[in-house]
């Protein structure tokens, strides 16, 4: 067999009488081989009854129950990116987002989304890492806490509550 078989998706009414199924309404499918292809047909059980005898016999064909597709998902709403979150951290500019920002820094550094191009350290000793955007080359400016190891898993532990 030569033909091609493209996928066709369930009709929500009868190719015969244009009528709508209805939840739980039985219906027929039939497929036809033709020339350019296979061809899907679906049918109400009335309408297969009234299919005259000479009608073009299917190439195979089946009964189904017709169920109404459930409504899409609802869009998860508050799962916020690291870059969405540390943008917003950095438009706040509080001292208390200090920690999450240089983490939040981190992580995008990590998955190669921003780029540390230099690091420069002030007279008062104060650490500032200039960050880069791999494709926009939008420039950050993130302080360095300079956090000791024990202090880490706590923020890190942060940053993941707010991600999710």
């Known amino acids: 067999m030569t033909a091609e078989w ?3 998706s369930r009709a929500d009414r009868c190719a015969a009488t244009g009528a709508e199924f209805g939840d739980g309404e039985y219906f027929y499918t039939l497929l036809f081989d033709e020339k ?3 061809r899907r047909e679906d049918l109400s059980e009335a309408a297969f009854q009234a299919r005259p005898a000479d009608a073009p ?10 169920e109404v597709a459930p409504p899409p998902a609802p869009e998860a709403l508050g799962k916020q990116t690291a870059e969405d979150l540390l943008r917003r951290y950095l438009a706040e500019d509080s001292p208390q987002y200090a920690n999450v920002r240089y983490i939040l820094a ?3 550094e990590r998955k190669r989304i921003i780029k540390e191009v230099e690091v420069h350290t002030s007279e008062n000793g104060e650490i500032m890492r200039i960050y ?4 926009t080359g939008e420039v950050l400016v993130i302080p ?8 880490l898993v706590e923020v890190q532990n942060e940053v993941a509550g707010m991600l999710q």
Request: hydrophobic share 45%; no cysteine; proline share 6%.
């Open 6 to 8: 493209t996928i066709q």
């Open 36 to 38: 350019a292809g296979f």
């Open 57 to 66: 016999a299917p190439f195979s064909f089946w009964k189904s129950k017709y």
């Open 106 to 108: 981190l992580m995008l």
């Open 132 to 135: 880069e955007f791999a494709k």
């Open 144 to 151: 360095d806490p300079q956090l000791k190891l024990n202090q």
